[in-house]
């Protein structure tokens, strides 16, 4: 019976071919079929060319079917255009310089030129993974053109990577424009060659970490045309050729010493700059320098001068910035003369124990005396008597003031008196050894007008001897003293002191209550009396000892002194009559009723 006659039997359905099988057979067909010398691999496109009527979307279903399942391995899944391969080709495929070379062309970019191995292979099957990792780094000599071995640091961890060539890496973009750098410092002089890292960096136009410029510095093109000059973190940079010139010039040693010396260590040993350059160059610098310094001592940012000791020679620098401690002091001198001057008249020309006093917590004696002497401060200021105590300084065109000084003829006078001869000729006065010659002519000229006026300065007389005038101390003379200037207008006490000198000031206190006591009032003010009145009041007390005993009577809290820096206009009386105390001028003298003590 015809099975199509009976019509309750369902037909037979015709067995038809999977087209997923066929595909796979095909594609392991292309792959078994691949010449010993073309890759072991096949792309996803070259599938889709090489098999007739095979798409994309079936590409995946064919390889995880029969017969293909079993025999071929998907790179990269699930990528659908990663390359295939027969599992038995992934010892070959693992060694094929071709398969590493499109490896890096998937991951290196210009952003990463630079990609570890592992980096390289993830994603891969892992079979083949473990193969390729296994294989390159032993046989990196092995690797394709255009691709170099490098080695990653992470930590303590080293890990194989591969550059690609196509992308230069950053340290050898920088070394070129460290060259750039190097070359644009040269070409625009002064101070900026040779140059530190800092400038160059900054030259290069980024940021740099010093990681980065340690590398781009020890590799070509940098090494090929430049090289370093001196040793540590910031180390000087020149070209090759300009190496042996650059070692003996100003600005090379200008650099190492200011870079070296402070105001704390302002010079500084040539053996011990040397230290700064680089090993191979310290002979070459050292024997330069050491032939220059004994042709010449001035380099104009600083000095040069012998440090040799029998075993060794060497040089001393000075760095010109920081000026030994005498210059400088001098420098303060000079200026603390001149804000004298400012004050005015009451405050100049300046005693010298006022100068030094003023700085003395600063100095030691002997960089005073250096500051003296040096040419800094004598160019700038006049010091009216060389090596006297007493002297008084003006700046340099003042001298007609010290001139006029009554200090300066004071202390002059004294210099020249003996025990045996009180009185001292002018001309013999102006002569004095010790006297600034500047000061010679304005201080006969003084004098002489002084004598012919009756204004000679307190406690100073003249006498003329043979026609010539003769200066001399009151308190040399011997008998009754003058009775005090009518001007003063002075009351007259019921009971005189003594008028011969009194030189232990045994009754000064007393006498000193009485004259105060007399004057109390005068000026206007309740205790208080002037200086002016108070001296002539006690002439038979010589200015030393009223001085010392009013300084114990103010000691003892019984009287206070008033200083007189804000007071204008003060007459020479006034400044005469003053008692110096701590470099200022004291004029009022006030009776304390409390006891208290009062400076």
Partial sequence: MD?????????????????????????????????????????????????????????????????????????????????????????????????????TEQYCTAETPVVSLGELTQGLDKRLKKLVEAYWPLHREQLPVGLTPKLLQYGRKKLFAIHDQRFALPEEELSQKLVEALHTQKQSGGDGYPAGWETLASLAGSLIDNRLLQQAASIPPF??????????????????????????????????????????????????????????????????WLKQAAQRQDLGFGTLHSAATKKKTDVLIRDKRFPPPELALAEEFVRYVAKRKAIGERAYPVPLRQLLDAN????????????????????????????????????????????????LLLATLRSLRSHDNHAVAIDKLVSYKSLHPAVRTSLKLHVEEAIANHSLPRGIGAISISKKWSLFLLDDVVGATAEPPAAVNLPVPSSTPSQAPDRDGSRFAEDFDAAFARLDGKLGLPHYASLVDLRPALPQYPRDIFDRELLNLRRAGKYSLSLVEGRFGLTDEEQQACLIVDHVPHLLVQKKSNGSHTH
């Fill in 3 to 103: 099975p199509q006659s009976n019509p309750t039997k369902p037909a037979r359905k015709s067995k038809q071919a999977n087209p997923a099988t066929s595909f796979a057979h095909a594609i392991l067909e292309l792959l078994e079929r691949r010449p010993p010398e073309a890759p072991a691999w096949v792309t996803g496109s070259e599938l889709i060319h090489e098999v007739p009527e095979l798409t994309a979307e079936i590409v995946a279903e064919a390889l995880s079917t029969s017969p293909a399942k079993s025999r071929v391995i998907v790179i990269r899944p699930p990528a659908l255009d990663s390359p295939v391969m027969l599992k038995e080709k992934l010892d070959v495929c693992a060694a094929d310089r071709r398969f590493l070379q499109w490896l």
């Fill in 360 to 407: 003395a917590s600063y100095t030691t004696t002997t960089i005073r005396n250096k500051a003296l002497q040096s040419e800094l401060f004598r160019s700038q200021v006049t010091i009216s008597l060389a090596e006297v105590a007493d002297a008084e300084v003006v700046l340099r065109g003042d001298e007609e003031q010290l001139g006029r000084s009554p200090a």
């Fill in 223 to 288: 090494t090929n045309h430049a090289r370093e000059l001196t040793e540590g973190p910031n180390p000087l940079h020149a070209f090759i050729g300009d190496v042996s010139d650059i070692l003996l010039t100003d600005a090379f040693l200008r650099q190492l010493v200011q870079a070296t010396c402070t105001a704390a260590l302002p010079e500084v040993k040539l053996s011990v700059l040397a230290k700064q350059v680089s090993r191979d160059l310290r002979p070459s610098f050292v024997d330069g």
